[in-house]
């Protein structure tokens, strides 16, 4: 099924890996059996940091975050207020569940933040409570490995396809509603 009006409002829920729920309202933007995108407009300003770089997503900006029930992450792609591409994050994840209602997930702690100049970093590494080589016997390092090996052959048709499906334009009611 294509969606691509306002929808009514679907929840996104992320299991993190402390059992700590957290629940933020979305609007549908597409959905089939094992795949979804959402969108979510940005109503407070937060900062990525690593060690070299620090992005930041201010208020207005949005979110097009994509999800499937068979990979080992779910992706979030940031744009400003006027559509230009802030970066992406990849949350490692297992467990999707996408429904009319709800898509849950649960969240593994590590993140891979993408820059639009392609420079890509892992995040939260400090917060594993075993090495990364050991964490979830070694599911989320083959999925960093996976994302490392092929991110500019996988993010490069999202953002193609998000720019086509979900232009800048055919946003604005959500963007100014």
Request: aromatic share 14%.
């Amino acid at each position: 099924m294509f969606i691509h009006t306002i929808t009514p409002s679907i929840i996104e829920r992320k299991i993190c890996y402390d059992a700590t729920i957290v629940e933020y309202p979305c609007t549908l933007l597409y959905a089939d059996k094992k795949h979804a995108v959402l969108f979510h407009k940005v109503q407070k300003s937060f900062s990525m940091v690593t060690e070299q770089e620090t992005l930041t997503i201010p208020v207005g900006s949005y979110t097009l975050a994509y999800y499937w029930e068979d990979r080992p992450y779910n992706l979030y792609i940031w744009r400003d207020k006027n559509g230009h591409y802030l970066g992406s994050y990849f949350n490692i994840v297992k467990n999707t569940s996408i429904t009319d209602s709800l898509i849950t997930f649960e969240d593994l702690i590590i993140d891979v933040l993408v820059f639009p100049n392609g420079d890509w970093y892992i995040l939260d590494v400090e917060e594993l409570p075993v090495a990364l080589a050991q964490f979830e016997k070694g599911y989320v390092r083959q999925s960093i490995d996976l994302l490392k090996n092929g991110l500019d052959n996988l993010l490069l048709p999202i953002l193609t396809e998000g720019e086509t499906k979900f232009g800048h334009k055919s946003l604005f009611t959500l963007l100014n509603g």
